[in-house]
């Protein structure tokens, strides 16, 4: 029996080969996960629907190269709709800096230990980033978590706490190397 | 040019593969950044470490079903100007009805300048094989489809599927399936109805209840081009 991995990984073997059946049904079994990815960036529907159309030209366009890059398959797929609802996001907020919500640090709280159902289901990866995150000062996860999925730059961080630009630089960089020794333990 | 090994901010290199994970990098650090990822291997395994990391973020991300049109607009992007064998073999046909249109089109403007009244579409789709002669008819004021069979048998345990090509080289879009029996009626939304005159139907003969994948997988029994009538 074959996993999801090894299927979605032979579905864009083929697809770099230009077969559009795999295509498709590389596209039926990872274009809800994608879709989500791409609202949760930008926070509209249309603009998603774009930048999934984005997403799907790039896989076809550049599925040779998924081997030369050593992500897993949904790493790689996930960082393409990622990337591509940023730009789409960007482009939307062009020069302006997007509001942004207040990131808070008497308000947040460090998010709860995942429960031992969630950890059998979720990756490794993302247990192990789970609990190294949890390490990091709230707000300051927060800030990560902004970056990865909203698209925040530094300017919108400093913002959202009311910090200037290279302290939140530098506290960001700080929390990011400590984030990576926790990883590599 | 300065790298981030240039400033007084923590983490060197290291700090900056994350920074160039999460898009925070600076726009000409960025350029740096990218010159030293092509050469340096330890760089690229820490931003490879990294992207998968960070991709585990969108774990709690809901799954959501986009739109059911959606990948037939990435197709029409990807693969709109080839099209599929299938479509290529009949393509001298298409051609000669779109001629045949054009001469339509141009007697249409220079016998009359009303365009209030869109007029109805027909298009005769035969297939001399099988003596089998359906009639296509469009009608505007409803935003109809219908066809009719005038003559042939429907072919036992299979279906026969309508497809619109509103432009050649566009992908062939399924309007549904040509009744057994008695007139077909097919409402049709109004972003084909705009581009169904001058647009190709042809018929495909497919499995029961139609293509299953969106594409045409049986024999292209015929091709005809939707045009006005003089009545």
Redesign the interface.
């Given at each position: 029996m074959t996993t999801p991995q090894a299927e979605i990984e032979d579905l864009i073997a083929r697809t770099a080969m230009g077969d559009r059946a795999a295509f498709r049904l590389l596209y039926d079994r990872t274009a809800a996960k994608l879709f989500g990815v791409c609202l949760r960036v930008l926070n509209d529907r249309g603009l998603a629907e774009e930048a999934l159309q984005d997403v799907y030209c790039k896989i076809w366009a550049r599925a040779g190269q998924y081997r030369v890059n050593g992500f897993s398959p949904m790493t790689w797929l996930i960082t393409l709709a990622r990337n591509a609802a940023i730009d789409r996001r960007r482009r939307r907020d062009a020069g302006e800096r997007a509001r942004v919500a207040p990131i808070d640090a008497a308000e947040m709280v460090a998010d709860p230990a995942p429960g031992p159902a969630q950890q059998a289901e979720s990756r490794s990866e993302a247990q192990a980033l789970m609990s190294c995150m949890s390490e990091l000062p709230p707000e300051r996860a927060e800030m990560v978590r902004r970056a990865y999925l909203e698209g925040a730059t530094y300017a919108e961080l400093s913002d959202a706490t009311g910090v200037k630009l290279n302290t939140v630089r530098t506290w960001l960089r700080r929390s990011l190397m400590q984030l990576r020794e926790c990883l590599s333990r | 040019m300065s790298g981030p090994e240039d400033t007084d901010?923590?983490?060197g290199w290291?700090?900056a593969a994350?920074?160039y994970?999460?898009?925070?990098l600076?726009e000409d650090e960025l350029r740096a950044f990218e010159a030293r990822l092509s050469q340096d291997r330890d760089l690229q395994?820490d931003v490879?470490?990294w992207?998968?990391?960070?991709?585990?973020?969108?774990?709690p991300?809901?799954?959501?079903?986009?739109?059911p049109q959606?990948?037939r607009?990435?197709?029409d992007?990807?693969?709109g100007r080839k099209r599929?064998s299938l479509w290529q073999q009949i393509l001298p046909y298409l051609l000669g009805a779109v001629a045949a249109a054009a001469i339509a089109w141009a007697a249409m403007f220079s016998g009359m300048l009303d365009f209030r009244n869109e007029p109805d579409l027909w298009a005769d789709l035969e297939t001399p094989s099988r003596g089998l002669v359906l009639l296509a008819h469009y009608a505007p004021e409803s935003q109809t489809f219908m066809m009719q069979r005038e003559a042939g048998d429907y072919p036992a345990g299979r279906s026969l599927e309508i497809w619109m090509i509103p432009e050649e080289g566009d992908t062939p879009i399924s309007l549904g399936l040509v009744a057994e029996d008695g007139l077909t009626q097919i409402p049709v939304p109004q972003e084909l109805a705009a581009a169904m005159d001058g647009a190709a139907i042809a018929i495909s003969e497919e499995e029961p209840g139609g293509s299953p994948?969106g594409v045409a997988q049986g024999p292209i029994l015929s091709i005809a081009q939707m045009a006005p009538r003089d009545e």
């Open positions: - | 901010l923590p983490g290291e700090a994350a920074e994970v999460l898009g925070l600076p395994q490879e470490a992207s998968e990391y960070f991709a585990a973020l969108t774990d991300v809901e799954e959501v079903a986009p739109p959606l990948l607009r990435i197709e992007r990807l693969f599929p994948t």
